[in-house]
T-cell receptor, first 115, second 110 residues
Framework: ETGVTQTPRHLVMGMTNKKSLKCEQH?????MYWYKQSAKKPLELMFV???????ENNSVPSRFSPECPNSSHLFLHLHTLQPEDSALYLC??????????????FGPGTRLTVT | LAKTTQPISMDSYEGQEVNITCSHN???????ITWYQQFPSQGPRFIIQ???TKVTNEVASLFIPADRKSSTLSLPRVSLSDTAVYYC???????????FGKGTKLSVIP
């Protein structure tokens, strides 16, 4: 238990579906992140939210839409995905301070399969 | 972002000490060096972080030479459960992004 929860843990969706991934952190952190990990590839940072403001978007396709209503919750809305979007989607949170120690706490991930 | 280089894989027998070295030649003055561990189908887990010299916690030690262009993660007396991928990360000046490379896949053999 890292203090970061993700739901659902597994998701199978068709290319025309719309679904959302949810992440919640119980650590009092002020930054949240979405990562994608495809098979045999390094983790790829997708989005960063700092104090609910999106500060990073690493050229992610518009079919992925993040939402951060408060510093404890983060969503990833999915629509018209492609089979190559099948991956493990990981949420993380951290406490950003002037010292910026970069210790991120990761959730267990959502295993997404697009059919 | 600072680039890091570490071995792709390592094998070790149970009970041995394992040292994984990471090079980060263009580390910035204010950068910390952070190591994570990842098991299959799980999120990475923070192991240890340091700025210079030596840092030790209950699971590992981190050795950083004076020039800070490399660092070595030391795992004492590994067990089968230490089989995982280990990532060395240096964010780069002015950034709080973590760029994960391919990491080092450690296989512990009985």
């Amino acid at each position: 238990e890292t203090g970061v929860t993700q739901t659902p843990r597994h998701l199978v969706m068709g290319m025309t579906n719309k679904k959302s991934l949810k992440c919640e952190q119980h650590l009092g952190h002020n930054a949240m992140y979405w990562y994608k990990q495809s098979a045999k590839k390094p983790l790829e940072l997708m989005f960063v939210y700092n104090f609910k403001e999106q500060t990073e978007n690493n050229s992610v396709p518009s079919r992925f839409s993040p939402e951060c209503p408060n510093s404890s919750h983060l969503f990833l809305h999915l629509h018209t995905l492609q089979p190559e979007d099948s991956a493990l989607y990981l949420c993380a949170s951290s406490l950003l301070t002037s010292g910026a120690t970069y210790e991120q706490y990761f959730g267990p991930g959502t295993r997404l399969t697009v059919t | 972002l600072a680039k890091t280089t570490q071995p792709i894989s390592m094998d070790s027998y149970e009970g041995q000490e394992v040292n994984i070295t990471c090079s980060h030649n263009n580390i910035a003055t204010n950068d910390y060096i952070t190591w994570y561990q990842q098991f299959p189908s799980q999120g990475p887990r923070f192991i240890i972080q340091g700025y210079k010299t030596k840092v030790t916690n209950e699971v590992a030690s981190l050795f950083i030479p004076a020039d800070r262009k490399s660092s070595t993660l030391s795992l004492p007396r590994v067990s089968l459960s230490d089989t995982a991928v280990y990532y060395c990360l240096v964010p780069g000046a002015g950034s709080y992004q973590l760029t994960f490379g391919k990491g080092t896949k450690l296989s512990v053999i009985p």
